[in-house]
């Protein structure tokens, strides 16, 4: 009898999970058939597709650039006027799970002296050297006794940054100071703000866009400034203290071929009168072309086919695909705009800048 029980006990067992057809089944508390309805197939969820582990499959390339004024010094009779310019560039590469891959930090310090006369006094022909550049010579060892040069520091942070979202760096990295927290890792190498650089990072993060990059690729970044459209005041016009800066975040593959290409420009201006006195408002925000967008006004006052910001899209989207040599090598017009015919619909300005950050991101 004792044995019999057991049969039955087994075959019903059997068939309880018999009733989940198709459903593995190891334990019956993971049955998810209808209480009482084991006989009835239930309806089985929408299958989804997971996120791709991290280190596999595409990623997104973001860049940031962001500029302030704040140290901008109108001419005195004991002190020259300053136009001085503190740009912030970020590129990273984020996978599908929110996550960063790589991450590079560079930054641009530049000035522009002029007098109460309203003349330029620098030299604005002059090469002008980002902070990652300059390395030892930016000097914050040796004339502010540092524990590493700023580059070191911002190359600290960017590591840091890798293997983690935007929220679990802001939560890691910096305390309610802006500072790395006593006695973290982090504080060992980075002892300078980091406030504003973890922020720059979640703006790239959040600017980063689906351009063809896959996971393993190199992230670079390019950023070319130069100070040579600035002119001294006159009594018929103002003087402008002008800082160009243009950057592109670009990946390669291990073949060397670009995978994606982000490109963007920033034009600070400092404006001043025959005095020296600045007449910019320091406090509002320096947008770069990218953000202008239509504001740009390269349609609306010139004319053009398509706004700079369609224009470098269009521009970093033919060369994808393409080795920094093709690039170098493309047909230009008479006027150094690209010569291929499909390209030419979309991008009529000169192409040379953009030449130029490709060959220098291939470094």
Not at 26 to 38: A, F, L, M
Not at 215 to 237: F, Q, R
Not at 284 to 294: I, R
Not at 310 to 325: D, E, I, L, M
Request: aromatic residues 6%; proline residues 4%; contains cysteine.
């Amino acid at each position: 009898m004792k044995k019999l029980s057991l049969l039955l006990s087994l075959a019903l067992l059997v068939s309880l999970f018999a009733g989940c057809a198709g459903t593995p089944v190891i334990y019956y508390s993971d049955c998810t058939c209808p209480v009482g309805s084991h006989d009835v197939q239930p309806t089985q969820p929408a299958p989804t597709t997971p996120p791709a582990p991290v280190g596999e499959g595409a990623v997104k390339t973001g860049l940031y650039i962001g500029t302030s004024l704040g140290d901008t010094k109108s001419a005195a009779a004991d002190a020259a006027g300053d136009a001085a310019y503190d740009v912030t560039v970020v590129a990273v590469t984020v996978d599908a799970n929110g996550v960063i891959t790589a991450c590079t930090i560079d930054s641009v310090k530049a000035n522009v002296a002029f007098d109460t006369t309203g003349a330029i006094t620098s030299d604005i022909t002059a090469p002008v050297l980002t902070k990652n550049e300059l390395g030892a010579d930016y000097g914050m060892v040796a004339w502010g006794g540092a524990i590493a040069e700023w580059d070191a520091q911002a190359a600290a942070l960017a590591a840091f940054a890798v293997g983690k979202t935007a929220e679990e760096l802001r939560s890691g990295a910096i305390d309610e100071t802006g500072y790395a927290p006593e006695g973290s890792d982090l504080k060992t190498s980075a002892t300078i703000y980091l406030g504003g650089y973890v922020a720059a990072i979640e703006a790239a993060v959040a600017n980063a866009k689906d351009l063809g990059a896959q996971a393993g690729d190199t992230l670079k970044l390019a950023v070319i400034p130069g100070l040579g459209d600035s002119t001294s005041a006159s009594a018929e016009k103002a003087g402008t203290a002008q800082l160009n800066v243009d950057v592109a975040a670009v990946t390669f593959n291990a073949e060397g071929v670009i995978s994606s290409c982000y490109i963007d420009s920033v034009q600070a201006k400092v404006n001043f009168d025959a005095t020296g006195a600045v007449t910019t408002d320091l406090s509002a925000p320096v947008k770069t072309k990218n953000e202008l967008g239509a504001d740009y006004g390269m349609v609306a006052w010139g004319g053009a086919v398509a706004e700079w910001d369609a224009q470098a899209a269009s521009f970093a989207a033919y060369v994808t695909g393409k080795t920094p040599a093709e690039v170098a090598g493309m047909a230009l017009n008479e006027k150094t705009g690209p010569a291929d015919a499909d390209l030419a619909t979309s991008v009529t300005i000169s192409v040379i800048g953009f030449q130029n950050l490709i060959a220098k991101a291939a470094k």
